[in-house]
Structure formats: C-alpha cells, structure tokens
C-alpha cells in the first residue's frame, strides 16, 4: 500500500519510493530510506498535506507525493 | 611563539533548525556581515572572531539537509566548500535530532576538510533524558566533538580551542562512512577509471566525486565534464558514460538507484552510531510541540487561529506601525525643513528656486516617502521573524496548501500575498521581499508576479476620494469589494502564469514542521533591522534618482517667459491693490510694499511655522511669541492678526492685517493657477493629453493620466498630484477636493469612477516593489513584465467596465 492510504495515527515502515529526481532525493534526505518507521500523525485541515513523523521529526509531505512511498502496515 | 595571527576562512555548515544562527551569533558577536551570493537570493553572512594564533573568517552557509545540487542553497553550501575550500567547518548539529544531523555530516566529512562537530542545544537533549557520550562519539566519527548551548552562549571557548587545533591539522586518513559492500564496489570500479583517465587529481575530493557521480549529482557530472574540456585530455564521453553504464549496471542488478542505497547508507551509519553513543530513551521528544499542534492545526481550530495570529499582525504592522510611522514624521519632516532653510528665503513671492524644487520636491520628498515607512517595516520584520523562530511559519504554509496549490501558488505563498495587502492593504515591497522563505522557485516567481495586484496601502487614500465622489452611500462596501476584486484577479491570473507563462516544475513539497521555540529578542531584533537595513540600502538611493526624474517631468520644459511676464503683472496689481487700499495715514502701510513686504511674507511663514511645531504646549507658544515679536514687533503684529506681544489690539494694524490676509488669498491663487499651468505643459502633461484619445476608451481624461504617470515612483503621491491639477489647495476656501473634482468634471458618472477604481486597483506596482523584484528574481526582463502587464491587464478591464456598464443598467 501507499502512505496516503493511511489513516492519522497509523504507523508502517518505508518499502520503497517510487518516484524521482529532486522529489525523491529531498525524501530520502528526510530519511525515507527503506525500513524507516513512519507514522501518520495528522492531515491538514483540508485532508492535504499530511504530517508525518519520522525519526523524530514531523515532515508535510503533499498527498500526490505520499502516493510515490510504498509503505507496510506494523 | 609570538608571530603574526594567521587569517583563515572557516565555514559553519548545518540542517534548518539546528541553531547554526545562534553558534554564529554566539562566536562572531556583532562582528557580523550580511550580503547575497552573485546571482541568488541567498543570503551570504559572515563574521569574524580571533583567536590567539589566528584571525578567523567565519562564513555562515545556508541551512541544508543534504549537499545535493537540486536546491540553490545546498549548491551554494558545497561550491563555497569546494571552491573556496576553508581551513574548517564546523558543523552544527541538534544534540536532540543526531540521526539526521550525522546524515549531512556524512556528506561533509567527503569533502576532505577538517570538521568540528559542534553539538548544539544540549540542554534540549538533556531535558529529553538523551545522555550523550562525547567520547564514543568522537571515536565513532573520528573527529573533536564540542557540546554547546549557543542561545545561551555556553562552550563557546572549547569551541574555538577546537577550531584553531582543527584548522592546523594535518592532512590524514580520513574515515569516510562505508556504504553497502555491493555499492562500495561500483564506487571502487568508479574510482580506479578516474584515477586511470586523472579526471579529479585536481581539487575536486576523489570520494565525494564518485559518489556524487554515482548519485546521478548533474552539477558533478558537469564539473567532470567542464574540467576534462580544460586539460583536453581524455575522452569526456567515455567518462560521462562509463557512470552510466554503472548507474544502469547497479540498477539492474539490485533493482533499485544507488541514490536509494547512499541515502540508506548515510542513515544506516548514523543508525549505529547514535545507539553506540546516545543512551536513555527520547522519553519527552516534542511532546510539547505535539500538544501545541493538536490544538494549531485542528482542522476547525486551525484556519480560526490562522486568522487570528494574522489580524494581530496586521493590527500590529499596519495600525501600530502607522502610528510609529506618523509619530517619527515629524522628525523626517523637520530634516526636510532644516535642509530647506539651507537654501535662502527667494525674494519671488510666487515662486520657489529650481535648486530648490528639485532638491526639496524631487530629491528629498522621495526619500522622505520611502523613510516614512521604515517603522513600519520594522515591526513587520519583526513580526515574520517572531514567526519563523516559533516554527509556526510552516504551519501556516502546511493550513493553507490545499487552496492555493490550486492556483498554481504554493502554501508558503500566504504570508507574502498577506502582506502584500490581500484584504485591507499593506505593501508589495516587504511581500515581495518575504517570498525569499520559499523553495518552490516556480511559486515563488508567480507569487511575485502578481503582488502588484494586491492592495497596497497607498492606493487607499485615492479609494477613499474616489469612493467618496461616487459611492458615498455604500463606502465601506465599495472599498471590501475593490480589495476583493483585486484579489480575485491576482488568483485567477496566478492560475493563468502557472499554466502558460512560468515555466519549470514544481519544487517538492517536502516540508520539515519544526519544533515549537520561544524566540528571542536578540535574534527577533537582529533579524528586523538587518531586513530594513538591506531594504533602505537598496531602495532609497534609487528612488531619490527617480524621484528627480518625475519631479523634471512634471516641471519642465515650463510654461514660457510670456506666461510667466503674466503672472507677475498679476502680482505686481495685487500689490498694487494693497497698496491703493491701506490708508496712507496707517503707520503700517509702509511694510506692506517692496522689499519689505516680502520680509514679511517670509517672517510670517517662520511664525506659522514655529506656532504649528509648539503645539498645543502653551509655554512655548509664549516663547515662540517672545522671539518672534522681540525680533521685530511691527511685523508681528502685522503676522499676528493685528494683536500686539502684550496682547492688544492694535486697530491701525489689525486694518493692515486683515488686507495682507486678502493680498495672501491672491497670491496663493496665482501661485496655484501657475503651478497648474506648468503641469498642464509638462512633459507628463503631454503626455498625458496624447494618451487621452486611448484612454478615453476606459474614461479617463487627461488629468487622470497625468496623475497616474506622475505617482509612478510613489502612490502616496496619486491624491497630492490630482490636487494640483484641480487646483485644490488645502486649507483654502475651495471647499474639498472632492467638490473640486465635481465641479471640473462634471460630466462623470458612476462608469468614471468605477473604470478608474478597477485601473487604480490593477495599478503598476510603484518603483520600491519593482526594484524588489529586480532583486528577488535577479532578472529586469520579470520586473518589466511586472510592470507592463499590471497597466494593460488594469487598462482592459477599465474599458470594459466603461464601456459595457452603462449598457447593462
């Protein structure tokens, strides 16, 4: 499944991103490697972006964008 | 060992958020520089500090999460680092938020300079329970480690101990991080074909070349290129190539981009050394910030709080910063009137030097305009700043995403737009100006773009006059529909740019939301009065040049010696006329002619002047008295409506006064009527007249235009200008200039001013916004653009409304 599939307070861990270029590289920047734990903690009042914490740091990342990381339930 | 302190450069490299601003601060003190990198927006600050053996240069790079070339900060950060190649670095990072920080810190150890990890806001990780083992860690990492808390000042001494050891080590073995065995193979293979072809024997570190090349890095790939043309040796496209064809090795291979393993390298390493070094568990991490967002960004909460932090900004900028602002006027005034009374009193009673026009109308009134606005500015920069350091600044960006993607802005765009007068007026300049917090280069160019269209603060006065000779009935309705009218445009035609006009994609939106910080007011102040100073260095000299620009403009070439022969024969009657009607017999008649009646004039205008500035403070009105009648009593009582120092009346000379005052009338009248006549056959005039048959089509005559053209450089100048041209003076008997506009335009309708209102709302941003964004998109082509497209996109909307709206009712 994709991180913009899941609910705020739900936590799952990075499989992959599928996406590009500066997009890809400023995510793996943040730590969106592969088995990093990540959590949803909150949409935007208007459902987009949405808050994710990971490794201790809160991130907003745009729906279109959590669409590119595959993630894993846990 | 007594020698001569040596001078080294030292760079300060760290993540957003790391306090790399207060280690700066902590060593340079107030030894501090600000300018931009050539070409960029960025800001360049450095300082300096010295230490016993050395002088050091401390350059203050942009805050990076990464050395990648996709952002102009980070290839700022590393070309300064690869080309200038400092002594040192040192490197910032959050004690509390290590993982990431080791990730940049990585990325700079590859570059083959000397590193001192400076561990900043320990206190934080301490409140956390985060206990830290220096030791391990400078094991680990293999370079000094320096605990400090820079808002606090502490460790600051060890920290310049270990710069200056840092700076005179010798090169060694560096430990580089390892990545995975499968990628350090390619990177091997990589290695040895450089080594082989000496592409990077010169200055470029071998390591962070492979790697950036295995990166797919397009800037390294480009140095590679650049320097292989320079030798002529080798064969470039085999080089360029053989990276390829490793790349898509890799790929196939492990079915994923290097790019993928090097960032899940970096972390992996920094995994294992933060467990080795940092024991206890990060039992109290942001749960104050998380509590604060669960009440900031509730999504009703949210958008209410968001209105309400930016009321009180506005209240705090717009309203308490007008009030600061018009309480230093009268300082700026009083410089204009000191450099007034450099010039001597003219024995012309209906008018004033050239010199004299053109240093006090053009020069000095310029810059004045501009001045009157420095309080104001430094509450709003102080207001952005006190939102940047909370950390509430990507909140507001985070809220407002949603609605402003869709017009191809970018959730960051609200601040700017917001103080660029969305609703009931602020500035283009600080809006323009506040855009340089964004990222997305592509947003960040519209939202520039259309900052023109919002309601700046000058443009009000002119709404109110004209509101007020048309729509007096429903003023406040007309006033919120004009802003929302403009704001409307600016939306829809920022939709228009992101489609057809800007081009480039869109940066990611990958946005950290820091932890929530008090500010402090060192940093808060510092901030504001480093932003204005770069504003005031920038603008006034400019505008004072274009200021006498449009002063010679509306001025010249003059209405001819024949016109002006009339004019005086004109005063020379009304003299006459005062002359004839004073009894011979009053003992004041003789000060009411020649040389002496202009003395008066001029002894008249001091003693209005300094009553005004006394005020209503009684005592000082009675000195002011004193002097003025000591200084010469006939005059003052000829000044003073007749009343004598002592306070009698003087009936000889309240006869005299009260025909002066009639003489006064007059000549004001000639002065006005002249004044009039030399902006009708001013260049802007012509102007003006020649573009009337276009204008026309929009309703607007000649004088509209001239009072358009000529309020280019300022606004504020719009109403002051049409005042001249209807022959309104304030404090005169001519009623407002309101009645005046109606008695000379007669003829106009609602239509009239509703095209005018629509054209004024659209208007040309004024000269300050467009050297702004000369300097924020570092391009004259978009500030033209700027300029243009504002009139022509005003101008068919005013012809419409002009020229459809009688048709519709």
Redo the contacts between chains.
Sequence with gaps: MTLDELLPGQACVVR??HLE???????????F????RIEV?????????I?IRI????????RS?AGGIEVERV | MKQQAREVTVALAGQPNSGKSTVFNMLTGARQHVANYPGVTVEKKWGSFATTTLRVRLVDLPGTYSLTSYTQEERIARDFILTEKPEALVAVVDASNLERSLYLVFQLREMDIPIVLCLNMMDTAKSRGLAIDLEVLEHELDMPVVPTVGKKGLGKRELVHAVERAVGQSPRARRYIRYDAELESFLERLDARLEESRASVDSLPRRWLTVKLMENDEEARKRLVGRHEVAREGNVGDLVEYVDFLRREYIESFKRSPEKSIAAGRYHAAGEIVARAIEGRDFDRRSVTDRIDSIVLQPILAPIILAGILLTFYQATMVYGTVLADRFFPALQEGKEIIAGLFAPTPDLIRSGLLQGLVLDGLVGGVIAILYYVPIFLILFGCIAILEDSGYMPRMAFIMDRILRSFGLHGQSTLPLILGGVVVGGCAVPGVMATRAMKDEKARLITILIMPLMNCLAKIPFYVLIVGLFFSAYQGLVLFGISLFGFFVALLIAKLFSSYLVRGESAPFVMELPAYHVPTIRGVLSRAVERVWLFIRKIVTIVAVVMVGVWFFVTFPGIGFEREMHYDARLAEAEKDLYDTIAPSNRYARYLSGDSLVDLMHYRDGLNEAQRNAGEDAHELKEVERTFSTRNPAFFALANNGVTADGMIDPAAREAASKLKRFERKVRGIKRERRKEIIDASWAGRVGRSLEPVSMWAGFNWRINIAIISSFAAKESLVGTLGTIYSFEEGSQAGTLEQSIRRTESGWTVWHGLAVLVFVALFPPCLATLIMIRHETQSTGWMIFATIYPIVTGFILACLVFQLGPLLI
Excluded at chain 1, 55 to 62: D, G, Q, Y
């Design positions: 992959d991103v270029g500066a997009v890809l590289q400023r995510l793996l920047d943040m730590g490697v592969e088995g990093a903690v909150r949409n935007a009042p208007l459902l987009d972006p808050d490794r201790n740091n809160l991130i907003a990342v745009r964008e």
